[in-house]
């Protein structure tokens, strides 16, 4: 699957992809607000992931921009498989934060999700001291659910708080959104 927006192109990522994801993913204030992702981040963890088998129906995107002419790796986002149901997850390069990349990525994934893979719900969560993140997924249409939750951080070598959040898809507030395969 790819996906187009105003802004962005969500597509697969590809082994010639490695050292770009390296060098947007590879800073510990990213790697940090994530659960799976190592610190350091290095060439054959990027490698790693992106030889990890993908079937037709698992939307992982890397999230590219064009600036200045040239496509530009600036993040990730997917849903996976997890706890008997679906989770959203994202990140985006530090130089990306604040431009609102991560809610119009997500805005295509959640259509996605709710559209194309006919899911009904979608959880997501943030870790407390990433607040930004809990807004992004505000503005997606997610409602906290009350829960914190300690969850793995690969990345800090331990447990730390997350704030949990839901998202009802079978809710019609998104119109449907053109997909290309």
Partial sequence: MFARTKRLTLRPGWPEDAPALARAIGHESVV????????????????????????????????????AGAPRLVGGIGIRAADGGHELGYWLAPDAWGRGYATEAGEAVVAMARHAL?????????????????????????????????RTSRGRGGEAPAVMFELDLDDDRCAPMPLAA
């Fill in 32 to 67: 940090a607000k994530l659960a799976r992702a190592p610190w350091p981040y290095a060439l054959g963890d990027a490698e790693a992931f992106l030889a990890q088998p993908r079937g037709p129906h698992d939307p992982h995107f890397m999230i590219e921009t064009m600036e």
């Fill in 118 to 150: 006919g899911l009904r719900r979608l959880d997501a969560f943030h870790f407390v001291d990433n607040p930004a993140s809990g807004r992004v997924l505000a503005k997606l249409g997610f409602r906290p659910t009350g829960r914190v939750e300690p």
